[in-house]
């Protein structure tokens, strides 16, 4: 799906399989080249602690949620990182073989 402006994505409700809320989306990260949305950080946890990367490239949105094809164990299990810094080539490679994307 192809998002206009990314900073329309910040602070949505981001539902996963099952129709499990995951979390809140924090920033989002976009692909250099083509400067299109691709990785979403989403803020979860008991107090808003955990940060995970999703990408958007199978997401749906509304003007109130993110919709992921995702379960909350995918998004727990996948690999972590601070947000709000660039994204190494390898760490993107370790997350789209995480979720299975080519």
């Not at 206009?4 to 080249?33: C, F, T, W």
Request: net charge positive.
């Amino acid at each position: 799906m192809h998002f206009m402006d990314p900073k329309a994505l910040a602070g949505l409700y981001v539902i996963g399989s099952s129709n499990v809320k995951l979390g809140v989306v924090e920033s989002v990260y976009a692909d250099i080249r083509s400067g299109q949305p691709q990785w979403a950080a989403v803020r979860s946890g008991l107090f808003g602690t955990d940060v995970s990367l999703i990408p958007l490239a199978k997401a749906e949105c509304d003007s109130r949620s993110l919709r992921i094809p995702y379960s909350v164990q995918q998004v727990r299990d996948a690999p972590h990182r601070a947000s709000g810094t660039v994204m190494s080539h390898k760490e993107e490679a370790n997350l789209f073989r995480h979720y299975g994307i080519s």
